[in-house]
């Protein structure tokens, strides 16, 4: 029989009161490679941090995988060191994101010294520049290296992030949903790669979706939700009645440009969105998706040298950030790591009423608006719970509520559903065809098709930049 690398027995994790993993036996031996799945909140990242020995908990972790490297001479005191998780969660120690606005990340490129993709690859992998040209061609990113971290799309920074593991050549590599954020070619070349590095000796686990599971792995770990959820009807979908109306225009984009150095990443993109209409936004990883979002949202410093109108107002005429996001609902794949403070997953959600990432005093109006959407997506249970605690799913639901709360005229959902099992994603999905009124405008970012609302009837697509 193989030899072990990792040994659960018995063990069970409980967080901030509540019991996220109960005990779980579980054996990782040489020669296999595992997939981990299970519903949204079920504790797969827990297991993958039991696994590196990042949690408290009861019962028994042994790493045989340690002795062995130990009896070779190698020093090793921690798990961590040799054991790399690649997941959302992830921060470079070179910055951190509670030292920047959410709406700053590309204006954190106009500084004096921005951390390159280049740096935070090198960073802490000792890597040579021909090793590090060359996973960063392999993972796509080679263009990028020259550019600043922040301002790479959430594909891109999460190929980045699978470069830096693997450029630090660990033991055993753990990957937190790893084909999600990526386009249909992106997961096809990912699972190659990653299948290549498995033939080649590199110990793998990945938790994914079950319906992700690459063929070449070998063993499927089931996580079990331990908090049984209230049922919620999702009900029928709803049928907008009537032809569509022709609002008056929400966005209004008409030639925009934008470029880092010589590098264009919109050109010359036209585009009008009316009240009312429900688009679905998308193209391949790095096509401009996130820039394009990020002039909507009045992030991009580059707003004020295009005609970018929203609600019949033109960047730059004197209106404040602040005006443009309050009439905007808006989830993104990175928003999660701005949110450093110390809140409660229902105070977390209570903050989309006043754009902030602080917590800030709420009506009992407000607060029975909070609930209602917990109870509506299915975690009630949350409510109290430290929003830094839960899972990378929990979170987006927590994130997707706080988008909605204050029924904003134009909500803004760039690929929400990441880290949802299925389940979930059907609950959302007919809570916004539903929900959403017919004076609301939505803009439905995704790069799976079946993830769209019902009634969304109109599309733009992107790719390398222009509208296709």
Same mark, same amino acid.
């Given at each position: 029989m193989n030899e072990p690398v990792v040994e659960l027995e018995n063990v069970t994790v409980v967080r901030g009161g509540h019991t996220v993993l109960s005990g779980l036996n579980w054996t990782f031996r040489e020669g296999e490679a595992w997939a981990v799945v299970g519903a949204t909140g079920s504790g797969k990242t827990t297991l993958a941090e039991v696994i590196r020995g990042k949690q408290l908990i009861t019962g028994e972790v042994r790493w045989p995988l340690l002795d062995r490297l130990r009896a070779r001479?190698?020093?090793?005191?921690?798990?961590?060191?040799?054991?790399?998780?690649?997941?959302?969660?992830?921060?470079?120690?070179?910055?951190?994101?509670?030292?920047h606005y959410y709406q700053q990340r590309f204006e954190f490129a106009d500084s004096d010294e921005p951390l390159s993709l280049a740096q935070f690859l090198r960073s802490g992998t000792n890597a040579t520049d021909a090793e590090v040209n060359a996973i960063a061609d392999r993972l796509g990113v080679r263009e990028q290296l020259s550019q600043p971290f922040m301002t790479l799309s959430n594909g891109q920074t999460r190929r980045s992030r699978l470069a830096r593991a693997l450029l630090a050549k660990p033991e055993l590599l753990i990957l937190d949903d790893p084909f999600i954020g990526l386009d249909t070619a992106g997961r096809a070349d990912l699972t190659e790669l990653l299948g290549e590095l498995r033939r080649q000796g590199q110990r793998l686990v990945l938790i994914c979706r079950a319906d992700m599971v690459p063929p070449w792995v070998t063993h499927t770990f089931q996580c079990e939700t331990q908090v049984a959820e209230a049922d919620t009807p999702l009900g029928r979908d709803a049928e907008r009645s009537g032809a569509e109306r022709v609002g008056e225009p929400v966005i209004d984009l008409r030639a925009v440009t934008v470029t880092y150095g010589e590098k264009r990443i919109l050109d010359r993109v036209t585009w009008t969105v009316r009240a009312g209409e429900r688009w679905a936004v998308v193209g391949p990883n790095g096509s401009g998706k996130t820039t394009l979002l990020s002039l909507l949202c009045g992030d991009h410093p580059q707003a004020y040298a295009n005609d970018v109108r929203l609600f019949d107002r033109r960047r730059g005429t004197g209106e404040t950030i602040w005006d443009v996001k309050r009439n905007v609902g808006l989830v993104s794949p990175e928003f999660h790591l701005y949110f450093t403070q110390p809140l409660t997953a229902d105070r977390t959600a209570a903050t989309g009423f006043f754009d902030s990432l602080a917590d800030c005093g709420t009506t009992p109006e407000q607060d029975a608006r909070v609930r209602e959407l917990f109870a509506a997506f299915r975690i009630a249970h949350l409510h109290g719970r430290p929003f830094r605690t839960l899972s990378i799913g929990e979170q987006r639901l927590v994130l997707l509520a706080r988008a909605l709360v204050k029924r904003p005229p134009l909500v803004i959902l760039d690929e929400p559903f990441q880290g949802l099992d299925a389940d979930r994603v059907e609950?959302?999905?007919?809570?916004? @065809?539903?929900? =959403?009124?017919? @004076?609301?405008? =939505?803009?439905?970012?995704t790069h799976e098709l079946a993830e769209l609302p019902r009634t969304v009837t109109k599309t733009l697509r992107l790719d390398r930049g222009r509208v296709v």
């Amino acid at each position: 029989m193989n030899e072990p690398v990792v040994e659960l027995e018995n063990v069970t994790v409980v967080r901030g009161g509540h019991t996220v993993l109960s005990g779980l036996n579980w054996t990782f031996r040489e020669g296999e490679a595992w997939a981990v799945v299970g519903a949204t909140g079920s504790g797969k990242t827990t297991l993958a941090e039991v696994i590196r020995g990042k949690q408290l908990i009861t019962g028994e972790v042994r790493w045989p995988l340690l002795d062995r490297l130990r009896a070779r001479g190698r020093r090793v005191d921690y798990p961590s060191q040799v054991i790399a998780h690649v997941s959302f969660k992830e921060e470079s120690r070179l910055f951190s994101y509670a030292g920047h606005y959410y709406q700053q990340r590309f204006e954190f490129a106009d500084s004096d010294e921005p951390l390159s993709l280049a740096q935070f690859l090198r960073s802490g992998t000792n890597a040579t520049d021909a090793e590090v040209n060359a996973i960063a061609d392999r993972l796509g990113v080679r263009e990028q290296l020259s550019q600043p971290f922040m301002t790479l799309s959430n594909g891109q920074t999460r190929r980045s992030r699978l470069a830096r593991a693997l450029l630090a050549k660990p033991e055993l590599l753990i990957l937190d949903d790893p084909f999600i954020g990526l386009d249909t070619a992106g997961r096809a070349d990912l699972t190659e790669l990653l299948g290549e590095l498995r033939r080649q000796g590199q110990r793998l686990v990945l938790i994914c979706r079950a319906d992700m599971v690459p063929p070449w792995v070998t063993h499927t770990f089931q996580c079990e939700t331990q908090v049984a959820e209230a049922d919620t009807p999702l009900g029928r979908d709803a049928e907008r009645s009537g032809a569509e109306r022709v609002g008056e225009p929400v966005i209004d984009l008409r030639a925009v440009t934008v470029t880092y150095g010589e590098k264009r990443i919109l050109d010359r993109v036209t585009w009008t969105v009316r009240a009312g209409e429900r688009w679905a936004v998308v193209g391949p990883n790095g096509s401009g998706k996130t820039t394009l979002l990020s002039l909507l949202c009045g992030d991009h410093p580059q707003a004020y040298a295009n005609d970018v109108r929203l609600f019949d107002r033109r960047r730059g005429t004197g209106e404040t950030i602040w005006d443009v996001k309050r009439n905007v609902g808006l989830v993104s794949p990175e928003f999660h790591l701005y949110f450093t403070q110390p809140l409660t997953a229902d105070r977390t959600a209570a903050t989309g009423f006043f754009d902030s990432l602080a917590d800030c005093g709420t009506t009992p109006e407000q607060d029975a608006r909070v609930r209602e959407l917990f109870a509506a997506f299915r975690i009630a249970h949350l409510h109290g719970r430290p929003f830094r605690t839960l899972s990378i799913g929990e979170q987006r639901l927590v994130l997707l509520a706080r988008a909605l709360v204050k029924r904003p005229p134009l909500v803004i959902l760039d690929e929400p559903f990441q880290g949802l099992d299925a389940d979930r994603v059907e609950v959302c999905r007919a809570w916004l @065809d539903r929900e =959403l009124g017919d @004076d609301q405008t =939505l803009l439905f970012v995704t790069h799976e098709l079946a993830e769209l609302p019902r009634t969304v009837t109109k599309t733009l697509r992107l790719d390398r930049g222009r509208v296709v």
